[in-house]
């Protein structure tokens, strides 16, 4: 099936660093989704995008929904050891479409 | 207000057996989906429910089922076990179908699954 395409793969990051991924589709969406895994563990949503140019924030989270629908994009501002762990973007269609997730490890 | 329960948690079976999972959706919830999470392949889409009918259905064999009952609640079945069908296995809930606009998904914390 369709997959997002999200990058950076992986990212090693000293503490108090902020970082930025981003997820792209060759379809338009109308919804965007992040989630953080944390290993052996179910996604959790973080952020929930409903409307082209709408920009979203959850803490130090910070998530936009793409002018052209096909893309979106999630900053962490001053990273802290805790942000570890796998974050992907989603987004519905005739089914949920995830992305290939953004391995982030923090180090301290 | 309680989130998506998953069980077991953790199972072990070995080759050619079956398994049933459980999962209990969000309350008011009437969309379950599944998914199969490996290392190599990620997330996998296997089937989604909607007010007890198979709305979707993934590319996987037809050794993978599942139903949703009158309470939303559903169970995924896998029989006769493969090595490759270790993994974890998450269900989602959701409001609505897939295809509402402004839908979101709420995922459980996962079934381990482990083939010997």
Redesign the interface.
């Known amino acids: 099936?369709q997959?997002l395409n999200q990058s950076p793969q992986s990212m090693f990051i000293q503490e108090g660093e902020d970082v930025s991924m981003n997820c792209t589709s060759s379809s338009i969406f109308?919804?965007w989704?992040w989630?953080k895994q944390d290993p052996?563990?179910?996604?959790?949503?973080l952020i929930?995008l409903?409307k082209a140019g709408e920009l979203t924030s959850n803490g130090r989270l910070t998530a936009q929904f793409g002018i052209t629908r096909k893309d979106s994009f999630l900053n962490i501002s001053a990273s802290i050891p805790s942000d570890v762990g796998i974050y992907?973007c989603?987004g519905?269609?005739?089914?949920?479409y995830?992305g290939?997730?953004t391995s982030l490890t923090v180090i301290p | 207000k309680a989130g998506v329960t998953q069980t077991p948690r953790y199972l072990i079976k070995t080759r050619g057996q079956q398994v049933t999972l459980s999962c209990s959706p969000i309350s008011g919830h009437r969309s379950v989906s599944w998914y199969q999470q490996t290392p190599g392949q990620g997330l996998q889409f296997l089937f989604e429910y909607f007010s007890e009918t198979q709305r979707n259905k993934g590319n996987f064999p037809g050794r993978f089922s599942g139903r949703q009952f009158s309470n939303s609640r559903s169970e995924m079945n896998v029989s006769t076990l493969e090595l490759g069908d270790s993994a974890l296995y998450l269900c989602a809930s959701s409001p609505g179908q897939y295809m509402s606009s402004g839908n979101t998904i709420y995922f459980g914390e996962g079934s381990w699954l482990t083939v010997v």
Do not use: R
């Open positions: 099936g997959q109308n919804t989704l989630y052996g563990e179910g996604p959790v949503l929930a409903y992907f989603a519905p269609g005739n089914q949920f995830f290939t997730g």
